[in-house]
């Protein structure tokens, strides 16, 4: 063989074998594999060695694939993820490209012969700086652009908070709380249920985006009940809207989806930012700079999904020890009171099909550990914890959520946590999926099951 021969069969081999450099292996040796955690499955998830990026980044094990959502794009071998990292072009067209990625697939050297000129390799390292920098840029002014987006909308949630009044002279908040569990105004405020950071906003617009349309168009206005949304420190940055109506089910308005006429549109909203927050409704005090905070002396936690079926267990514990020393408070959303799950506890409901017929998934009822604190905080001193249940619910989803809601608060400190599901006076019910919430039990009526379903 002749000299030239000799080496293009030493860059066969090398190429063949950095062709069977798996993804995993290839990020393994670039150090992209380190900072990645499971998402469930054989996904691995993390930031981009080369483009930064909280969650950018993946790479699945079983598929033997990578992709980076900074860039878009992605690749089922060890060698395009090599050359990712090291910075060099998509389409590996050029020879040198080519092999210097099959190199730092390997972590090998090029073969000599085939290695790249000194110009080139110093004009692609500078390249590779260059898009770096554009990458870190980029990344800075979309953080600035999100922190920005956020914060206007948290100042828009302010606004609409000072908007709220105490006093109303119509169907007000204290009147909606009042027909929603069952009692006379009056009696809400004699036993201390009423929110005190609750109010009624006079004529809150509603403002609906259609289908394929850019700019939101208002669909009517209604006095609307709005409590804030605070953050593990107190300080208010949502809130927390209900459009009321004293005629309408449930009274709230009923307001027909524009794209769907059959369809009604939610009358219960949230601005600004609820991950990781809680609405305040008993035993809660102003605190300093503003803040809210949990009045001194509580160690027992009442909490649900939704304002009305918590306040509906507040209504029925006034009065007692248990209530002198409760919070009652909000979490607007299931997702937020029970915390994300572990996919991997993940199952295959009993019963319900996807529309293309396989079983349904259902999150399972075991805590994800890398997001304890991105669901309600546990507020300072609590060690009791009760979830108030809602039977009119899915039964299997329910019951997952609120197991690994109790397991989440046991993880955050709580020394016990439990669910409450709502039961009549006469025994019925007190199980997931039996058909109503506790508002439905204090207010001492079970709502027909035709009855529209909430989500918030
Ligand atoms: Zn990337």
Redesign the pocket.
């Known amino acids: 063989m002749s000299d030239r021969e000799t080496i293009e069969a030493e860059i066969k081999a090398f190429i063949e074998a950095a062709q069977d450099v798996s993804v995993e292996q290839a990020a393994e040796r670039m150090g992209a594999r380190g900072g990645l955690r499971r998402a469930g499955g054989s996904e691995l998830v993390g930031p981009?060695?080369?483009?930064?990026?909280e969650d950018?980044?993946s790479i699945n094990t079983a598929k033997n694939a990578w992709n980076?959502?900074?860039?878009g794009y992605g690749g089922r071998d060890g060698i395009s993820l090599a050359a990712?990292?090291e910075g060099l072009p998509q389409n590996l067209d050029r020879r040198e490209d080519f092999l210097a990625a099959c190199g730092a697939a390997l972590g090998e050297a090029v073969p000599d012969g085939a290695e790249e000129s000194e110009e080139d390799r110093a004009a692609r390292q500078k390249k590779r700086a260059a898009a770096q920098q554009k990458?870190q840029r980029d990344a800075k002014k979309r953080e600035a652009d999100s922190n920005r987006y956020r914060e206007a909308s948290r100042n828009r949630a302010r606004e609409r908070l000072e908007a709220r009044r105490k006093v109303f002279d119509g169907f007000g908040f204290l009147q909606y709380l009042a027909l929603r569990l069952g009692c006379a105004p009056d009696d809400l405020i004699a036993m201390d249920v009423l929110p005190p950071f609750a109010g009624t906003i006079p004529d809150e617009p509603y403002f609906h985006t259609r289908k394929n349309r850019k700019v939101a168009e208002k669909l009517g206005a209604w006095a609307a009940m709005a409590l804030p949304v605070i953050d593990a420190g107190g300080a208010t940055i949502g809130a927390h809207i209900t459009w009321m109506d004293e005629t309408g089910q449930k009274g709230r308005p009923s307001i027909p989806n524009p794209d769907k006429p059959h369809e009604t549109l939610p009358t219960k909203k949230m601005m600004g930012s609820h991950k990781g927050a809680l609405i305040p409704l008993l035993g809660f005090v102003s605190g300093p700079d503003g803040t809210i905070a949990p009045r001194a002396g509580c160690d027992r936690l009442v909490t649900g999904e939704g304002i009305e079926n918590t306040l509906a267990l507040a209504l029925a514990e006034a009065g007692t020890a248990l209530f002198a020393r409760t919070l009652y408070a909000a979490a607007a959303t299931l997702g937020n009171l029970t915390g994300k799950a572990d996919p991997k506890s993940g199952f295959s409901h009993p019963t319900l099909k996807t529309p293309k017929g396989r079983p349904q998934r259902i999150a399972g009822p075991v805590p994800h550990p890398d997001f304890l604190h991105e669901a309600m905080p546990l507020p300072a001193g609590v060690t009791d914890v009760v979830q108030a249940g809602d039977g009119d619910s899915e039964a299997a989803m329910t019951l997952s959520a609120m197991m690994r809601g109790e397991t989440r608060w046991r993880l955050l400190g709580a020394q016990s946590a439990c669910t409450l599901w709502p039961q009549m006076p006469d025994g019925q019910g007190g199980f997931p999926g039996c058909g109503f919430d506790w508002c439905d039990v204090i207010g001492g009526a079970v709502a027909p099951a035709t009855e529209e379903k909430e989500t918030v």
């Open positions: 981009c060695l080369f483009c930064g990026g950018a980044f980076c959502r900074k860039v990712h990292i990458a």
